[in-house]
């Protein structure tokens, strides 16, 4: 599938009705890869490319947030040289695209337990989050050595750590307190969610922030993900009615 520019949003998708946030899943990397005769590293490198266009395809098109997987807790279990690259790439990437991404007004964010990702990475992320913390015209969020049950429990920690103390009381822990607990905190939870290459299950992903997420699974691998097949999953999305459990009138 070849790589279509929009100078503006298609005619045919709704701009009243376009997710205000999207989530994605990018899976298929080292599918793609090998049906190809590469190594699985060609494709995470050409799928960083495939997120580098969709983010700035949510800028062009209006949409203000993007929160991407980009390794999950379960994602250690990989072989040693793979995890090693992804960490460098991550690194590389953010040394490489920072000052791109500022210029454009990305605003990065990074959710999960960072504590033990290596300290060059670390100082990168840290750089790159205070460098664009102002910036308003769209919201990256990267999900690194995230896992959504880990969140949980680590919310459910804290809370019980403050009600110990007696900051809290137990009758005051509803919702919106728990949500102040999580990585997430202060970002609106995502209307969309994409997962590419042909699964079909959320793999321990923002398990309390979707909810009420409308789903959309594609069997085109994620570096093959382009601005086109991301045109057809939102007009999917603009066919969906969102009632949030409510019973049209």
């Known amino acids: 599938m070849q790589t279509q520019t929009y100078a503006q949003l298609?005619?045919?998708?709704?701009?009243?009705?376009?997710?205000?946030?999207?989530?994605?899943?990018?899976?298929?990397?080292?599918r793609?890869?090998?049906?190809?005769?590469f190594p699985r590293i060609a494709g995470h490198r050409q799928g960083a490319k495939t997120?580098?266009?969709?983010?700035?395809?949510?800028?062009?098109?209006?949409?203000?947030a993007l929160t991407a997987y980009a390794f999950s807790t379960e994602n250690w279990q990989r072989p040693l040289k793979e995890v090693g690259f992804l960490m460098r790439l991550f690194e590389r990437l953010l040394r490489r695209e920072l000052a791109e991404m500022q210029r454009e007004g990305v605003r990065i964010s990074f959710?999960?337990?960072?504590?033990?990702?290596?300290?060059?990475?670390?100082q990168e992320i840290d750089r790159a989050m205070t460098l664009t913390a102002k910036n308003q015209a769209v919201h990256f969020t990267v999900a690194i050595n995230y896992g959504s049950r880990?969140?949980?429990?680590?919310?459910?920690?804290?809370?019980?750590?403050?009600?110990?103390?007696?900051l809290l009381q137990p009758d005051a822990v509803?919702?919106?307190?728990?949500?102040?607990?999580?990585?997430?905190?202060g970002t609106p939870d995502p209307d969309f969610l994409i997962r590419t290459s042909g699964e079909q299950r959320l793999s321990n992903y923002l398990?309390?922030?979707?909810?009420?997420?409308?789903?959309?699974?594609?069997?085109?691998?994620?570096?093959?993900?382009?601005r086109e097949a991301f045109h057809q999953a939102l007009l999917y999305y603009q066919k969906r009615d969102r009632r949030f459990g409510k019973v049209a009138a």
């Open 207 to 226: 398990l309390w922030q979707l909810a009420y997420t409308e789903l959309y699974f594609t069997e085109t691998f994620w570096p093959d993900f382009d």
């Open 32 to 37: 793609w890869a090998s049906k190809r005769g």
């Open 111 to 122: 959710v999960g337990d960072l504590s033990v990702l290596a300290d060059s990475l670390r």
């Open 150 to 166: 880990a969140e949980l429990a680590q919310a459910c920690r804290r809370i019980a750590t403050h009600a110990q103390q007696g």
């Open 10 to 30: 298609p005619s045919d998708l709704n701009p009243q009705r376009l997710p205000q946030h999207v989530a994605v899943i990018m899976d298929g990397n080292g």
């Open 174 to 185: 509803d919702e919106a307190l728990i949500e102040q607990y999580l990585y997430t905190q």
């Open 51 to 64: 997120l580098k266009d969709l983010l700035r395809c949510c800028k062009d098109w209006g949409i203000p």
